[in-house]
Nanobody
Framework: QVQLVESGGGLVQPGGSLRLSCAASGSIFRILDMGWYRQAPGKERELVASISTGSSTNYADSVKGRFTISRDNAKNTVFLQMNSLKPEDTAVYYC???????????WGQGTQVTVSS
């Protein structure tokens, strides 16, 4: 099975930056489409950013221009660089992997990001 281990969450001031990491194991990383989702209290989980096996990227309108998703296939890791953070970015952030052909999806445990003064 695919395991996803996240790191990098925490407390940051508005306007600050944070980088989330998600390390994958149990699969050939290059066949995994990767994404970051977030869920704020009382709200549904939403897609933040995704990156395909070919490194094509997509972003939610709310984070476009501020967040950057990237992957390092040699390290089996996907990153989410978050700049110009706003209080509304506060949420639990989840890493998601989707394997090619089977379409199986796997989720990380979630990491808390809090943007507050």
């Amino acid at each position: 099975q695919v395991q996803l281990v996240e790191s990098g969450g925490g407390l940051v001031q508005p306007g600050g930056s944070l980088r989330l990491s998600c390390a994958a194991s149990g699969s050939i990383f290059r066949i995994l489409d990767m994404g970051w989702y977030r869920q704020a209290p009382g709200k549904e989980r939403e897609l933040v950013a995704s990156i395909s096996t070919g490194s094509s990227t997509n972003y939610a309108d709310s984070v476009k221009g501020r967040f950057t998703i990237s992957r390092d296939n040699a390290k089996n890791t996907v990153f989410l660089q978050m700049n110009s953070l706003k209080p509304e970015d506060t949420a639990v952030y989840y890493c998601r992997a989707r394997r090619l052909f089977t379409g199986s999806e796997y989720w990380g445990q979630g990491t808390q990001v809090t943007v507050s003064s």
